[in-house]
């Protein structure tokens, strides 16, 4: 099978690398939002409000907040209530606080959601702009940049991914190319012989695949057990981080690199051999 | 059983092969095709099996037109043609009788077929205590046979051999040429281009002779002809 020995490895190689890059940016992305999901001031802002706004104010400002789009609940948080917050987050250190009861410096705010973690920084804006608040704050841009870095990485990965994925295409049709030059002597009788498209063509088909195949099994393995053992290292070291964990998933992705694998296998055989064994 | 009509061959290259050449083979004939090198022997053998298709004309066989025949039916068309050459075209890595089960191979028959089948091919060309040598093991005129049985395994119609003693020695040409007439003998036809002139001189068949792309002699029973 292995009769090109270095350009087998180096097809397969290519595959390995562009799975991997592939892999890698799939589980990414997918993590990404998973965090941003599962990260629940990712997708709450606090409107702070300026000291002395009248009651029936800000009864009208929960109206307008509940028909700015995206957003899905609202709560108002007195400065007293926040001051109990901040007091029970402090726990047994409490004491700490016990000057403020007379003089609380915190303001009164609203508690805003959203559907999705895309639309807090509109909606985060549009918030902004309403008379009587103060500050808005949502994240500290985490939200923002968790998303940039996903916007990139899906970018470069598909860029990367498509000129390793044409790249492992044509090292595959080489090889075959090879394969097929190497036996043409065998070909020709072949076809004397009375032997059919199919026939000439299968072996060639089967060691393309199986090149391919190889490379998608490698990429997998790599793949699986790179993750599991960044799973177990996030879940000591970051144990507020939660990353995707679900076997179903995972596996899927791993099937997705299986497949791809053998498709660019098959591809690049059956290019070649449309190229350089018409019968 | 096959036709030619005003076939003409000519190639990419300007080659003009052969110029309306009209031919017709019956079943069971054995029929030597003679000429100089470049008289359009081979191509004619390539139009036969349709290796090539004729520029101009019709090439039929068995009432069917080669031209109008789907590329997925020639294997079926090279199945009924057995093919011998001067360079028999053995596999190299495989034994006597893996080259000739080969050809059964390819058409999906079974082992069991083959194991029935290969046996008594290498009996009628000599080969039977041979079948597990591989061909660089053997003699020319032993390779050839194989080639043969190979030919034959398949029970085709027509077999077609382009110089097949261009190798042999003059002994073991004529038991090539013994093994052919066997061949024939049970119904299936022959055309052997060569060069052999004594050959063709002692077995008294029907010789076509080309020159320069035509049929310059079509006699039966006839001589090599040393016009040429």
Known sequence: ?279 | MIQLYNVSKIYDNGVKALNDVSLHIRKGEFIFLVGPSGAGKSSLTKLICREELPSRGQVVINGRSLARMKNREVPYLRRKIGMVFQDFRLIANKTVFENVAFALEITGASNKDIKRAVPPVLRMVGLEKKARMIPAQLSGGEQQRTCVARAIVNNPVLILADEPTGNLDPETSWDLMKLFLDINRRGTTIIMATHAWDIVDAMKKRVVALGDGIITRDEESGAYGYES
């Open chain 1, 1 to 279: 099978m292995l009769r090109n020995s270095w350009l087998s490895v180096a097809s397969i190689g290519t595959i390995i690398i562009s799975l991997l890059i592939l892999g890698s940016s799939i589980l990414l992305v997918l993590n990404v939002g998973y965090i941003a999901s599962t990260v629940e001031s990712s997708l709450e802002i606090t409107v702070f409000l300026e000291d002395g706004v009248e009651q029936d104010r800000m009864e009208r400002m929960e109206e307008e907040i509940r028909f700015i789009p995206g957003v899905t609940a609202i709560s108002f948080v007195s400065r007293d209530q926040a001051l109990d917050e901040l007091r029970r987050s402090f726990g047994e250190r409490a004491d700490i606080l016990s000057g403020l009861d007379e003089d609380n410096p915190l303001p009164n705010a609203f508690r805003v959601k959203t559907r999705e973690a895309e639309m807090v920084p509109a909606a985060a804006q549009q918030l902004g702009e309403l008379s009587g608040v103060e500050q808005v704050r949502y994240g500290q841009g985490v939200v923002e940049k968790l998303l940039a870095l996903t916007h990139w990485v899906r970018i470069w990965g598909s860029i990367t991914m498509g000129v390793l994925g044409f790249a492992a295409i044509f090292l595959i049709a080489t090889t075959i190319r090879m394969s097929v030059f190497a036996r043409r002597r065998e070909i020709g009788i072949m076809k004397m012989l009375g032997a059919t498209n199919f026939f000439v063509r299968m072996p060639f088909m089967l060691e393309g695949m199986t090149l391919g195949l190889t490379g998608g099994l490698v990429a997998a393995l790599i793949i699986n057990f790179g993750y599991l053992s960044l799973l177990s290292k996030v879940m000591i070291t970051l144990p507020f981080i939660q990353l995707i964990s679900d076997p179903a998933l995972i596996y899927q992705v791993l099937g997705g690199l299986l497949g791809l694998g053998f498709a660019i296998g098959a591809l690049g055989s059956a290019i070649s051999l449309h190229r350089f064994l018409r019968v």
